[in-house]
């Protein structure tokens, strides 16, 4: 499995020891910045395989932000449909295109 951190940190993502006001209005120290990562594809793939693992088969939609989330959310949406598929075959269901 691939250590979340040490991509982000190895992408210059994780920007620590400075201020941030967060869009919720609290301060904070640390702030990551997935815009450099965004560019390799196939680490944010990885990432969004990880983060739709615990939901898969409770989803139907996935939404973003406009700005800086569209990138994650289709390639989260594809690792949802992926896993969708996968539990088709297992149970024997096939495919139903819709």
Known sequence: M???LKELDRAGAVLQDRHFVYTSGKHGS????MDPLFPNVGVVSQFADMLVKPFAGQ????????????????LAAQALSREREREREVSGCGYVGG
């Open 30 to 33: 640390a702030y990551i910045n």
């Open 59 to 74: 989803v139907d939609t996935v939404i973003a932000p406009a700005t800086g989330g569209i990138v994650l959310a289709v």
């Open 2 to 4: 691939m250590d979340v």
